[in-house]
């Protein structure tokens, strides 16, 4: 049986933190998979991705809630349950297609969602999500921080965290930084610059339905304000770049060593 690259990823990461993106001896070949609460997570944390799509590692997406809840009623008429939801899948695809990750690549986990539109916390969904995770065999997940006021990001780490043990797998997951996470650990950055920013907000803008909410309800787009929380992450290391994606490390199971 080959031996599993979570190991050598779990060695690449094992340095003095912070750590940079850009100095890390990743391997070849990795299995990367983005477990997204909603769409639009995959796109907040691209310029990283972009990095391993580009090494030519195996990039896959998985958006485990539509969140119809997020669209305004005056975005599409008539603004039913369904018709949301296919509306915010569509600007994922939208995304992805200008991101260059293939069709294929792209999964809608739709888990069964409560009156408010968030996904339930039942062992369906558990099942469900283990059994992509499964599918997959990442050697990295990526994701947004548990430690979140958004309840869609609370969740999709609890899946995680409660799958990780039972999977026999071994994997290391970055928590990213986002506009509503309350505390987390700085242990890795992707640094980047305007060039990268305007690729990156083009993404973000795709998501047509966020970003006018966020002009409606903030006065400034979707791309504005994830590209404010990356300034915020670079800001502290001056020279680097002015922009800059965070991310926590998180072993993965119990059952495999820790970093």
Request: with cysteine; glycine share 6%; hydrophobic share 40%.
């Amino acid at each position: 049986m080959p031996k599993s690259l979570a190991e050598d990823v779990r060695r690449a990461l094992a340095g003095e933190r912070p750590l940079f993106l850009e100095l890390l001896c990743w391997p070849a070949g990795l299995r990367v998979l983005v477990l997204a609460p909603h769409p639009d997570d995959f796109d907040a944390i691209a310029v990283t991705l972009r990095h391993f799509h580009q090494r030519g590692d195996e990039v896959r997406l998985a958006v485990i809630s539509s969140s119809w809840s997020g669209v305004e009623d005056s975005f599409c008429s008539p603004p039913t349950t369904d018709r949301k939801a296919a509306l915010r899948e569509q600007e994922q695809r939208d995304s992805c297609r200008l991101f260059g990750l293939p069709e294929d690549r792209l999964v809608f986990l739709r888990l069964m969602e409560d009156d408010d539109g968030h996904p339930v916390d039942d062992e369906c969904s558990i099942a469900r999500v283990r059994d992509h995770i499964l599918g997959v065999r990442p050697d990295m997940v990526l994701l947004p921080h548990g430690n979140d006021t958004n309840a869609g990001h609370r969740f999709a780490f609890r899946m995680l965290e409660r799958c990780a043990g039972s999977m026999g797998i071994c994997f290391t997951a970055l928590l990213n930084r986002d506009p509503k996470t309350v505390e987390m650990r700085s242990d890795l950055y992707t640094f980047f610059g305007e060039e990268e920013a305007s690729w990156k907000a083009a993404l973000l803008r795709c998501h047509r339905s966020q970003h006018r909410r966020n002009l409606n309800m903030r006065g400034h787009g979707l791309d504005e304000r994830i590209l404010r929380v990356n300034r915020r992450s670079a800001a502290e290391f001056i020279g680097r770049g002015p922009y800059a994606e965070e991310f926590e490390i998180w072993p993965g199971p119990a059952s495999c060593p820790g970093i």
